[in-house]
């Protein structure tokens, strides 16, 4: 019996140490000027020169796309930003592919605000021309 307890011990300890060596990624709220184009999904922060490559599951980012093609469409313009508030995991920079023209990608777990209405604080361009 004792040999099965410490068998059972050992199991525990080594399928639970792996758990806690994982980094824990925490969601936090992101406000920005939203930019989609077809090689581009990005936030620009507002108040600052930061931009994010946005990365979404299950169609979260949808209704931002969907109202940047609305307003597309109204405006007669490519460019439309949106402002949007998500709340997001920031996976730090990319190694590969089109994000890591990008200071880092925003995994979005939640779109809170979209609207066509930027605040004063957020920068009106295309994230393309934002500092880095």
């Not at 525990?12 to 939203?34: D, F, Q, W």
């Not at 979209?114 to 009106?124: E, I, M, N, Q, R």
Request: with cysteine.
């Amino acid at each position: 019996m004792d040999r099965l307890k410490l068998a059972l011990i050992f199991l525990l300890a080594i399928s639970v140490a792996p758990l806690a060596a994982c980094k824990t990624l925490a969601s936090t709220y992101y406000e920005g000027a939203y930019y989609w184009d077809v090689e581009e999904e990005a936030l620009v922060l507002c108040g600052s020169d930061r931009v994010y490559w946005l990365e979404g599951r299950n169609g979260v980012l949808q209704p931002a796309r969907e109202m940047v093609e609305k307003l597309r469409r109204e405006s007669g313009k490519q460019e439309v930003p949106l402002f949007v508030r998500v709340m997001a995991v920031d996976k730090g920079p990319a190694e590969d592919g089109f994000a890591m023209d990008y200071d880092a990608v925003l995994e979005v777990a939640s779109i809170e605000v979209v609207s066509a209405d930027l605040p004063a604080t957020c920068a009106v361009r295309p994230p393309h021309g934002a500092p880095r």
